[in-house]
């Protein structure tokens, strides 16, 4: 197959491309900066419109919270010129010569209600500037002929850290760990390389449709403190729940800058996905939520070890 892989030099993108460049597919990477075939905007419409012929479009070029050039003033336009005008252009592109067109979504486009799954038939619903961007960023895949949607929870792997980072630091210095909200309902994560092997399954079956990607066993907040806690060696760590609401207060003064509308949800509700779509397809995840948060603690110890001055006890 000749394969596009967009955002072909971030988190998610580069496990694409070596899954694919692995089982010797003709594959064309593009993005903004990095190590690929194609650098370019692909907000920009002359730039897409010189994007080569392929058999498979792997979309997982977009913005979201933790990008690091997320700008402070005007993040509305950022999310919609890097997620939805990029996601048209893409569409546009490539309507007529009609390759399979895979693209990546968010979970977060599910209507927050902390049910007990959200499976593919599930209400949609932006709840923030992110979710938002993606819903509109959809509603263009929608009008590509054989489309598929990836819907991944949280992405998790080695150089992802999020929340992890806070939790190693705390547990390993104080012998505590603080978080917003109770902590005890479940929250989805998935290791990065699961979502990868997802698309790959999901182009060499020519599968259309929505497909969520979550790993086995979903754990609460609670939970990956003690994984994290009996992978690091540390005993006896005291979990401090902090009331969520003067954290939302906050996160409003700061226009959501302090924790996204998203993020708020997922401290406060259940979010779990079903697979079925998934496995019907064959996909099998090889990842534990249990093994994904003890990696990460593992890959964060290990940098901060690795820093000049630090010993792996502090």
Known sequence: MRVLITGASGFLGTECVKHFTARAHEVTTTDKTGPVNLTGDLSDPVFTASLPDVD??????????????????????????????????????????APHFIHVGTSMMYRQTGQDQYDVRSTLCGEGVYSRSKMAAQAFIDTVPGAATIIPCIIGGEGREGLFRGFVNMMTKFGFVAFPGRGDHKIH?????????????????????????????????????????DELGVQHVRKVSIPLLPV???????????????????????????IDESLKIGWRPQFSNARIARDIALHINRTRSARPGLSRSE
Request: aromatic share 10%; proline share 3%.
């Open 248 to 274: 939302k207060g906050l996160s409003w003064l700061s226009c959501y800058r302090l924790l996204a509308r998203e993020q708020l949800l997922m401290l406060q509700l259940q979010h779990v996905l079903s």
């Open 56 to 97: 498979v479009v792997v979309n997982c070029a977009a913005v979201q919270y933790v990008t690091k050039d997320i700008p402070l003033l005007f993040r509305k336009s950022f999310f919609e010129r890097n997620n939805v005008l990029a996601a048209n252009n893409l569409c546009e592109r490539y309507r007529v010569q």
């Open 189 to 229: 994560m998935v290791h990065v390389l699961d979502v990868a092997s997802l698309i790959y399954r999901v182009a060499e079956t020519r599968a259309s449709g929505f497909f969520n990607a979550a790993a086995p066993e979903p754990l609460s907040i609670r939970q990956w403190i003690d994984e994290i806690a």
